[in-house]
């Protein structure tokens, strides 16, 4: 991967800076800081992915976004330039991003500590999902076959019969959040999703922090509304399926309370 990132950045021209890199999940992606010829600073990102895979939804998250959503209003770091090279059946993509002089609020998507955040951090982060939410795209980012399937399995309720519908972030957790400025990172997986999903994410990851989790309820009030329980189950389902594999076993407690609440205002 690291000689991988090299060519990519030769490709596009950009000086690597020295230290700091960032791998994603299991290795499938490498970033690390540069500077253009013009002296910019910049972000270079690499993922690779099997010839056959190189393709969809999360190859194609970060091109489509910044097509639908430019910078956010400051929000989004903005996609630069894009460079894709193969080798031996596998596909490496570079994207090249403005580079962030804010660092991640978690290194990890749990929140484990006071999150200190302002109000107007808030405020801006729901006037960003927001605007997101208004985006139309036919990208999905919650698939309905896997709400039909996983309510049952995992939350032992059934799905609901009416489903509101948005478009969401669908990765809105604290290792993608900036602060004190506002950034959100990683587009990957944006699309379609149930109402309220972006805001039972942050919540469900702020689990541990039981001030912050108020705050996310505080911030976002519709997390009350009906309307919005089904994008909190089908989160709640997500990570009661990864403690059925053996991750984020600290959230069991608090996500369990969670699912017993939300199983009692199931709709059906």
Sequence with gaps: ?????????????????GGEERWGWAGRTLGRPGVTGD?????????????GK??????????????????????????LAVHDEAEDGTVHRAELSEH??????SDDPVLRVPDGLPAAWWTALG???GTVADVTTDRIAVRQEYIHRALPEFLG?????????TTAHGDLHWANLTAPGLRILDWEGWGRA????????????????PATAARVRAAFPDLDAPQTWTGQAVIAAELLQTLSRGDNHE????????ADRLRARSPR
């Design 157 to 165: 309720v059934p799905a609901p019969d009416a489903i509101t519908w």
């Design 54 to 79: 190189a393709s969809g939804k999360t190859w194609e998250g970060a091109t489509d976004a910044q097509q639908a959503f430019g910078d956010l209003h400051g929000h989004r770091p903005a996609l």
């Design 100 to 105: 962030l002089d804010q660092d991640v609020i």
């Design 39 to 51: 002296g910019r600073r910049v972000w270079l990102r690499l993922v690779s992915a099997p010839a």
């Design 1 to 17: 991967m690291r000689t991988r990132h090299d060519h990519a950045a030769r490709a596009l021209a950009v000086t690597l800076g």
């Design 251 to 258: 959230l069991a407690g608090p996500l369990h309370e969670w």
């Design 194 to 209: 149930p109402y309220g999903y972006d805001q039972a994410t942050l919540y469900a990851y702020s689990l541990l922090r």
């Design 127 to 129: 006037s960003a999902l």
